[in-house]
C-alpha cells in the first residue's frame, strides 16, 4: 500500500525561492528607483514621480534610437527565420556534400566572443569601403543571429514526422500546399519562438552595434552614452520600458502559438 504525498516546505522549495529573488531582485530595484523623487539613488525613496517616464518619452534622441533599435530587430528577426529555417530543412533532410562542414561552420559565429566579431565586421566593411550605417548593423547581427536560428529550427526538425506530409501528397495535395496547411502549422511555433529570440538578441546587442554603427544610434548605444555620465533615474525608466515591452511580446508571442497549434 502507497503512501498518499504529503505537500511539504522543503529545502528544495526555499532553494527555488533564492534562486528567483537573485534574478529577480535587480528589476526590481531598476523599477523602484525608475520612480524616485531625486536623481539620487538612495535608500529609501525620497518620493514617488512619473517624472522621469515623461522625459524619456519627449526625448527625441530616445525615440530615435528605439525606433531604429525596433528597425533593425525587425529586419533581423525576419532575415534570420527565413534563412534559419530554409538551412535547417536543407541540413535535416537532405543529404549532400561538405555537410558535415557545413553544419560545424554554422557555429562558428556564435562561439566567437563579441568584440572580435565587431572588430572583423568593421575591418570588412573598411576594406570594400562600405559605409557604416543600419544596413551594416542588420548585416553584422544577421551573423550571429541566423546560427541560433538554425539550431532551433534543426531541434524542431530532426523530431518532425514526415509521413503527415506524405499523406498529404498522396491525398492530392501539391508541395506548395502540402507545406502551407500541413508543415507551417505544425513549425509554427518554433518560428515565432526564433523570431522573438534573434528580435531580443538584435534589440539587445551592444558590443558588435559598437564597432559597426553609423550616424544612427540604435537604444543600447544611446544608453550607454547616458551611463557614462552617471547611473540616473532616466536611465531606470528607459529600462523599465524595455522589460515590459519584452514581457508583453513574449506573452503576446506564447498566447499567438498556442492558439494557432490548437486550432
Not at 528580435?199 to 544612427?216: M, N, Q
Request: charged share 15%; hydrophobic share 55%.
Amino acid at each position: 500500500m502507497h503512501r498518499k504525498k504529503r505537500n511539504r516546505f522543503g529545502v528544495l522549495d526555499v532553494i527555488n525561492i533564492i534562486i528567483l529573488l537573485y534574478l529577480l531582485f535587480p528589476l526590481a530595484v531598476i523599477i523602484l528607483y525608475s520612480f524616485n523623487l531625486t536623481s539620487s539613488l538612495k535608500f529609501p525613496l525620497e518620493g514617488f514621480t512619473t517624472r522621469w517616464y515623461k522625459e524619456v518619452v519627449q526625448d527625441k534622441s530616445f525615440l530615435d534610437s528605439l525606433r531604429y533599435s525596433l528597425y533593425v530587430a525587425l529586419a533581423v528577426s525576419t532575415i534570420s527565420v527565413t534563412i534559419g529555417t530554409l538551412a535547417s530543412f536543407a541540413l535535416t533532410r537532405y543529404n549532400f556534400k561538405f555537410k558535415n562542414i557545413i553544419s560545424f561552420s554554422v557555429l562558428i559565429p556564435i562561439t566567437l566572443p563579441a568584440i572580435i566579431l565587431g572588430i572583423s565586421l568593421l575591418s570588412f566593411f573598411a576594406a570594400i569601403d562600405f559605409k557604416r550605417s543600419l544596413l551594416t548593423v542588420i548585416f553584422g547581427h544577421c551573423i550571429f543571429c541566423i546560427p541560433f536560428a538554425v539550431l532551433v529550427m534543426n531541434s524542431r526538425l530532426s523530431g518532425f514526422d514526415v509521413s503527415v506530409e506524405e499523406a498529404a501528397k498522396d491525398l492530392g495535395a501539391t508541395t506548395l500546399q502540402t507545406f502551407r496547411y500541413v508543415t507551417f502549422p505544425i513549425i509554427r511555433p518554433s518560428i515565432i519562438g526564433v523570431m522573438m529570440l534573434t528580435f531580443a538578441l538584435s534589440f539587445d546587442e551592444f558590443l558588435v552595434t559598437f564597432f559597426i554603427i553609423g550616424k544612427r544610434n540604435t537604444l543600447p548605444i544611446v544608453i550607454w552614452g547616458m551611463l557614462r555620465r552617471g547611473v540616473s533615474p532616466t536611465i531606470n525608466s528607459i529600462a523599465t520600458m524595455v522589460l515590459f515591452l519584452s514581457i508583453t511580446l513574449i506573452i503576446i508571442a506564447n498566447k499567438y502559438a498556442k492558439i494557432r497549434t490548437l486550432r
